[in-house]
């Protein structure tokens, strides 16, 4: 878990900064489509890497040990305090990009680390991606569907 998260942290910003020197590098060359792709793309990279560099603080912070450190300060909840007395251990969830709090008993619940907004936007930016991408063949395919022009 923690190797996969060690892996992602620094290659999220190279995806990140790829797509958008590939989406910017290609307009007016390639088509808006693919462009609009790329940089929608790059956008949905964006903010999950944004995500994940709050996970990443999550999971040093449990990891910290030391005073204070039980429960572990990523799901501790305003209000919520019983909850988090009965963490046991933590993992970590990719998609949905979130740090999750294991509890006696098998329950499971999301920390608040990862700001609210990170996963829609992933989600949003991503789906315009591929939606963009896509558009081009089914615009062809309808095409070759009319028959040649006459």
């Not at 190279?14 to 307009?27: A, C, K, N, P």
């Not at 040990?65 to 007395?85: F, H, N, V």
């Not at 963490?87 to 969830?93: A, K, L, Q, T």
């Given at each position: ?7 992602l ?49 999550a ?49 499971r619940?999301?920390g ?18 591929l ?20």
């Amino acid at each position: 878990m923690v190797l996969l998260l060690l892996l992602l942290v620094p290659a999220a910003p190279l995806v990140t900064l790829g797509l958008l020197g590939y989406g910017l590098g290609t307009l007016g060359r390639r088509g808006r489509y693919r462009s609009a792709a790329a940089l929608l793309g790059a956008v949905a990279a964006g903010f999950y890497t944004w995500g994940l560099l709050h996970v990443a603080g999550a999971v040093v912070s449990a990891e910290d040990g030391g005073a204070s450190s039980s429960p572990l300060l990523p799901c501790r909840t305003p209000g919520q305090e019983e909850r988090a007395s009965k963490v046991i251990d933590y993992s970590v969830d990719y998609v949905p990009l979130r740090f999750v709090c294991e509890t006696t008993g098998g329950g499971r619940y999301a920390g608040e680390s990862v700001p609210g907004y990170v996963n829609p936007a992933v989600a949003v930016f991503a789906l315009a991606a591929l939606v963009c991408g896509a558009a081009p063949a089914v615009v062809s395919g309808r095409r070759a569907a009319k028959g040649p022009a006459v």
